[in-house]
């Protein structure tokens, strides 16, 4: 990121960027700021909404989220520059470090993520540089994630949470004579169903990111749906 409008023309004529790949850079970045204050909002809009936070979630809002953090994410999504959205980020990161080691690790994931963009500013590098970092990360912690599953804990359908939560989601949703019928395959097939598509999610992202980013939008749409108490609106935005 360059520090003022002048030094993003000479920077960009230097590397005679066209006017597409300039507007482009722009346009990722204002998406990135919109998803990354979604999903600095979502523990909040949780208590204000239904009064509780969803089950990966749960973590103390303090005086540094509402005074520093909730605002600047806010402006971050109206207003996005590299400034303002690189202060938001220390400041995120901050308020991560003073309540560690009582964190998710989903949070930690997002912290690097958050750490890359501000190293990204500090070393003035390019937007693009940071979301080729953000990327390779990514497609790293879905693999990571995916591997862990790999247990014989989370493979069997009487302890696995994947069974709990495909099973909840057929009993809320699903017409009750439909979900009885169903329930005992989904339930037993539901820990493999999981893993495959975990595993697929990093796959696609690293060969054809369109159908991988597609992926992880249903894959976690599916948990976002989760009725109370398995609900993770935090975790599915990270």
């Not at 909040?44 to 605002?71: E, M």
Request: glycine fraction near 4%.
């Amino acid at each position: 990121f360059s520090h003022s409008p002048l030094r993003t023309v000479v920077r960009d004529a230097a590397m005679a960027r066209s006017p597409t790949e300039i507007i482009a850079d722009g346009v990722a970045l204002s998406n990135y700021a919109f998803i990354w204050a979604l999903y600095v909002w979502v523990p909040a809009l949780d208590v204000y909404i239904s009064g509780s936070q969803g089950a990966v979630d749960q973590r103390p809002l303090g005086n540094g989220d509402y005074y520093l953090l909730l605002p600047l994410s806010l402006l971050c999504a109206l207003r996005p520059t590299s400034r303002l959205l690189t202060l938001a980020h220390v400041v995120k990161l901050v308020l991560f470090a003073l309540r560690m080691p009582f964190v998710w690790d989903h949070e930690c994931w997002a912290a690097l993520n958050e750490a890359s963009l501000v190293a990204t500013y500090v070393t003035r590098g390019s937007f693009e540089s940071f979301f080729a970092a953000a990327r390779s990360q990514i497609i790293v912690l879905y693999s990571s994630a995916a591997f862990w599953k790999l247990n014989t804990s989370f493979l069997s359908p009487q302890t696995s949470c994947a069974t709990v939560i495909l099973i909840q989601q057929l009993s809320a949703y699903a017409p009750s004579n439909l979900a009885a019928l169903a329930a005992p395959a989904i339930a037993a097939a539901a820990p493999t169903v999981a893993v495959s598509v975990e595993a697929l999610i990093p796959m696609l992202l690293a060969f054809a990111p369109r159908y991988g980013v597609a992926l992880a939008l249903l894959f976690h749409a599916l948990i976002l749906l989760t009725p109370a108490p398995n609900y993770a609106g935090g975790f599915s935005v990270c």
